[in-house]
């Protein structure tokens, strides 16, 4: 049997050349989680827009897109300016005429649920619509539920 020596060093001390563990090299399951996590935060869920043009086409994504650039322009010409250079970089139309807006960043999705921004914004894109908050129910095996996927520690815990 050999004896067990101490690391190099003082005693008590912990070895400097301990790995650093980021997003990019921690495991695929919480690259995936803290992925889905980033994009769920910059999504804003519309429901009920005009989905038509003025001639009763069908709008595309693109076009409603294109809508709600203007919308934002014509908001930020009344005093509401988006924060920082936030804008809107997809459109995604689901079932039963909802829209989903992806953002770029997680403040400007925060930013178009405040009541003072959601009802000017829904008024331009669609009389109708309504700027609502996405709740979404999840499932994450193997996850502690205090998560924090920016934190090292967590991450080599996990």
């Given at each position: ?89 997809q459109a995604k139309v689901l079932r039963h005429d909802d829209v989903v807006f992806t953002t770029t960043t997680p403040d400007m999705a925060k930013w178009l649920l405040k ?44």
């Open positions: 049997l050999e004896e067990a020596r101490p690391p190099a060093g003082n005693l008590g001390e912990l070895p400097s050349t301990a790995p650093t563990l980021t997003l990019e090299t921690a495991p695929v399951r919480v690259r995936r989680a803290a992925t889905l996590a980033d994009l769920l935060q910059r999504q804003v869920l519309v429901r009920g827009a005009s989905l038509h043009d003025e001639a009763g086409e069908r709008l595309t994504g693109e076009e409603l897109l294109a809508r709600a650039g203007r919308a934002l322009d014509e908001m930020a010409r009344e005093g509401l300016s988006p924060p920082g250079d936030g804008e809107i970089e009541p003072a921004v959601a009802k000017p914004f829904a008024h331009k894109i669609g009389l109708q619509a309504q700027v609502i908050e996405r709740t979404y129910k999840l499932v994450a095996e193997r996850v502690p539920i205090a998560f924090k996927p920016n934190d090292p520690a967590t991450l080599r815990a996990a």
